[in-house]
């Protein structure tokens, strides 16, 4: 009678057991971006939320002029964003998500294969249908020319 009810017991905690495995797994793999934040200096946010934007635009913004040119018409000043572009490159990505969104960033420099690799967690909060978009800027140390960037977005 024990054994039986030993099994019947597995039956029934088996997929819940698997689902908990699933889950820690699975923010295991975000915990990452979470934590380390890799070579940001500073994560400025939806710094310009009236800057003019298409889904999927990025920026990697290396002089003033480049800016200034980006943010023409905005209402915002390069003094909203407060770079010193002789020592630091200004990346940012136009996300798109559900509801509202919490967003994790991360940047890292891989100099073997002379690339940065810009990954962003968007974390959607609520269950709704409605697509919601948000800048997301970070600020880090320059980089030579001949880098190239990769912008990653995971959806969660």
């Known amino acids: 009678m024990k054994k039986t009810t030993c099994l019947r ?4 905690n088996a997929p819940l057991f698997i689902f908990a495995i699933l889950f820690v797994g699975l923010s ?4 990452d971006i979470k934590k380390d934040k890799g070579i940001i200096v500073n994560e400025l946010g939806d ?3 009236t800057l003019a934007s298409a889904e999927g635009d ?6 003033s002029a480049e800016l200034s040119a ?4 905005s209402g915002c000043t390069t003094s909203t964003f407060g ?21 994790y960033n991360q940047v890292k420099r891989e100099d073997g294969s002379k690339r940065i690799l810009f990954k962003i967690l968007a974390n959607s909060k609520g269950f709704c249908d409605t697509d919601y978009y948000e800048w ?8 030579p020319s001949d880098y190239e960037v990769f912008f990653v977005v995971e959806k969660r």
């Open 9 to 12: 017991l597995l039956r029934l």
């Open 83 to 103: 770079v010193d572009v002789s020592k630091n490159t200004l990346l940012g990505k136009y996300v798109k998500g559900k509801c509202k969104m919490k967003i």
């Open 70 to 73: 980006l943010l023409g018409g």
């Open 47 to 49: 710094a310009c939320p």
């Open 58 to 63: 990025e920026y990697v913004i290396t002089s």
């Open 28 to 31: 295991a793999c975000h915990r």
């Open 136 to 143: 997301t800027w970070v600020v880090v140390p320059n980089f």
